[in-house]
Structure formats: C-alpha cells, structure tokens
C-alpha cells in the first residue's frame, strides 16, 4: 500500500504517503537535475525556512508542499502560515523526503516551486539604487549568499549572466534562505547588453576586482554615493581585463590582514553594504 494512517495529536488522522518509487516522489527528486528544471519550468525548495518565506511572500508559487508528520509538529508555525496561504500539506513518510531531498539530512519539510526569475525591464522600473551582477559565478553556495546579502542590504535586484550558475540549483536556492522570494533575480542575460541598460537607469557600475582601487578611498571620494550596479565575477578568476574595461570604475576590498585572499561572496557583502551606507547616509 503507497498510503499509511498516522495520528497526528489527539484527534487528527493524516494520510501518510510512504512509497519512496513512486513515479510521484521520483517526480519530485528529479528536480535537483537542471534538465529536469528546464522541461517542468518548477524547482526545489527545501527546509522550513524557506518553505515559511515562500508561504508567506509568495504562496502563489508553491504547486506542492510536503511534510513528514514529526517535522510539522516540530514547525506548528508552518501549518498555520500554509493554512493562511490556502495551501495543502502533503504528508509523507521520513524514506520518501529523504527520496525526494537533495540534501544529506533533510529537515523534513519540501516544496516544489514555479520558477519565476524577474526581467532586466522589472529591476529598473523602479529607478533602483543598488544592483548586484554576477558573472560566471559558478559556486551555488557563493551566487545563494550573495542573493541573501544583496537582498539584507536593501538591494533592489541581483541579475545572473548567462555564464552564472543556475538560479534554480537546490544549493543557491537553500543558500538564499528565502530571500529568493525578497527581490527580483534576472537570469541568463548578456553582460555587455545589460551595463548599457543600467547605465541608460543612471547607475554606475563597478567592477569588484583585484586590480581595482582601495574601496576606503572610493568611498571617502564619494563614488559610492551614486546609485550603483556592483560587477561581481568568477571565484578563482575574477573578472577579465576586458570586463573590467566595461565597468566605470574597477575597487578592491583591501586585507589588512594576512589573509590570502578572500571569499567572493564575503567581499561582496562588503561591497553591498558600503553602497547601503553611503545611499542612507547621503
């Protein structure tokens, strides 16, 4: 039988669905793979803490929302945001999430999303401020941390070149923590195309790079004052000479320490932040 009966406190009877080869879970699990993104047009969302922020940002995006019995008692707060949301909880056995999940050890909780990345057209409608670009970034955790930073900064949108990592990998969407639901992300766009839209948007755009002046120095000279598309680029290459040559201004993230190097979505953050500050404080 693919169904078991359990009991979930006093008097409620869930229906548990508990056949991990079911073509409905394999369905489900297929999503960590892009070609199967790709055709389906939905992605994978993982945790109860990205589940809760699409429920309570985006609940119209959820096609299917699943749950082991202990896992929703651990999370009351998520039955009721679903519940607010008019969205089904679907329960399902601990083998059949650890079927479906794309992680390790999951938490228990899994919803399967529409994809819904945002046009360059959305980013600047609202004569935006603040813009992170990524250029070939490759590491899901790098491109997922970035979004979330971008997005605690008050950014008003992230674009993913088409040389970028899929926005839609299991890793970037649970590196995000949610904040994929918080702002618009454009995907697969053309590098060159979109400096000149932004530019066109009055923003300026900086090239985040080695080779680049100090930041402290660009800051105390104002170029962070202006509204800003910051060019971030690939983690062990950074961006070429020829990038760098797009941009209007190529900055660095000094190390006072003895640090080697540091991580791209660290300095990123950095960068982020520093607009935010000259923005609120001019």
């Not at 057209?121 to 491109?143: F, H, M, Q, T, Y």
């Not at 080697?260 to 500050?277: D, H, I, K, Q, R």
């Amino acid at each position: 039988m693919p169904f078991l009966l359990y009991e979930l406190g006093e008097s409620r009877v869930a229906y548990v669905i508990d056949n991990p080869r079911s073509p409905r879970v394999r369905a489900v699990a297929k999503l960590g793979k892009k070609s199967a993104r790709s055709e389906t047009g939905l992605f994978l969302l993982e945790g109860p803490q990205s589940v809760s922020e699409a429920l309570n940002f985006r609940p119209e995006l959820l096609v299917d929302l699943y749950a082991t019995p202990t896992a929703l008692e651990r999370h009351a707060e998520l039955a009721q945001a679903a519940e607010a949301a008019g969205v089904e909880i679907e329960f399902v056995s601990e083998q059949v999430i650890e079927t479906m999940a794309d992680t390790v050890t999951p938490q228990g909780v899994i919803a399967v999303c529409r994809q819904f990345p945002a046009s360059v057209k959305d980013l600047l409608s609202g004569a935006p401020k603040l813009i992170a670009i990524l250029e070939e970034v490759r590491d899901p955790g790098n491109a997922g941390t970035i979004i979330r930073a971008a997005d605690a900064a008050g950014a008003d949108g992230v674009i993913l070149t088409g040389r970028s990592v899929d926005l839609y990998n299991p890793k970037v969407v649970r590196a995000t923590t949610g904040s994929l639901f918080h702002l618009p992300v454009a995907v697969g766009v053309e590098l060159e195309s979109v400096l000149e839209r932004l530019r066109g948007a009055d923003l300026r755009v900086i090239a985040a790079d080695i080779k680049g002046g100090d930041l402290l120095a660009a800051r105390n000279e104002g170029v962070l004052d202006h509204p800003t598309a910051w060019l971030f680029g690939n983690e062990a290459r950074g961006l070429t000479d020829e990038h760098c040559g797009l941009a209007d201004s190529v900055i660095s993230v000094p190390i006072y320490g003895h640090a080697e190097s540091m991580n791209l979505a660290t300095a990123a953050s950095v960068c982020l932040y520093e607009s935010a500050f000259a923005h609120r404080s001019s």
